[in-house]
């Protein structure tokens, strides 16, 4: 059904790189209006349709020159029933998006077969809760049930894998691990922090990929951190303990501001695309098993143009 599910390219020796920050990218190069932070809403008709694959076909061609895979994240962070609620989509509409994500993945995927080396396709899955804010607070159990939805939907789709991102406690964590592990979808899980490298929680980085691996027998694929700035997490990963090889991905902020500073911000701060890059390759000398390299609010296909340079020699 799929090529990678049982054997994700990524935890080997190859670099993979992914696209920047989706929504800030659409909000404020491009101009559109994304209720509740939502890019899953272009799915509706074939203008959004086409903005989306042209956002991704400006990574993939940077991967073409680089040597390197690349991760196909769909647009459906905000695709769940909560923020699906908000919207206007029921069940069922949610359901169909999802699968409709994968389907726009899989068209690009065979369209770049011949130029990128291994191309993942991952559905995307967001928190219930805001993503800044450790809110709508869930026990494990409680998140499983919330979340097995959209993870059964790509279940059923050819979804290589699942990836749940800006994640701000370990419950929900735990439970969206134990919801792919049931329907038997390989999935990577993302931390947040603050500026101080801990979660929204208040919770250590550290503490919270420990009590994930510990609750669910190391059932994540791997870790990864997204949605802050290198700086604020930089030290956390210094330990050089083991659980620091359980992070296999960075997707950074482009800007240093902290979360409430982002939310109040009226101009994009999109920081320095080669200051980032070389802040990438720093991470990679140090972090030898990262992997997967992508970019989060602020970034852009520049910041990973200057990442590939960083970090893929066959693209100089």
């Known amino acids: 059904m799929t090529t990678y599910r049982n054997a994700l390219p990524q935890l080997g020796e190859e670099l993979f790189l992914s696209d920047g920050g989706l929504e800030t990218t659409l909000i404020f190069h491009d101009g559109i209006d994304l209720p509740h932070f939502a890019s899953f809403v272009l799915m509706r008709d074939h203008d959004g349709i086409d903005r989306l694959q042209n956002y991704y076909c400006s990574y993939l061609d940077i991967a073409s020159k680089s040597g390197a895979g690349f991760i196909l994240e769909s647009p459906t962070w905000r695709a769940n029933a909560d923020w699906g609620e908000l919207l206007g989509y029921d069940a069922a509409a949610l359901a169909d998006v999802n699968r409709e994500s994968i389907e726009l993945l899989e068209r690009l995927r065979d369209s770049y077969r011949d130029d990128v080396g ?9 928190p219930r809760g805001d993503g800044y804010v450790a809110d709508c607070a869930m ?6 049930d919330y979340h097995a939805a959209q993870i059964g939907t790509f279940a059923d789709t050819n979804a ?7 994640l701000t406690y370990v419950e929900e964590a735990i439970g969206i691990v134990n919801a792919a592990a049931a329907h038997n979808m390989p999935v990577a ?9 801990r979660l929204p929680s208040g919770q250590a980085l550290q503490d919270a990929i420990e009590e994930v691996d510990a609750a669910t027998n190391e059932a994540a694929a791997y ?7 290198t700086e604020h997490f930089d030290a956390a990963l210094r330990t050089g303990e083991r659980w620091t090889t359980r992070v296999k991905g960075i997707r950074a902020n482009a800007s240093r501001m902290s979360h409430a500073e982002l939310d109040n911000a009226e101009e994009l701060d999109d920081g320095d695309p080669g200051e980032f890059g070389r802040l990438y390759r720093r991470l990679r000398e140090r972090l030898p098993q990262l992997s997967v390299f992508g970019g989060c609010c602020g970034t852009d296909h520049r910041h990973i143009d200057e990442v590939c340079t960083a970090l893929c020699p066959v693209s100089m």
């Open 118 to 126: 291994s191309i993942v396709i991952s559905g995307n899955i967001g």
């Open 139 to 144: 026990n494990a159990a409680e998140a499983a």
């Open 160 to 166: 290589d894998m699942v990836c749940a991102i800006t």
């Open 189 to 197: 899980i993302g931390f947040t922090t603050e500026t101080d490298g």
């Open 223 to 229: 870790f990864m951190v997204n949605c802050a700035h």
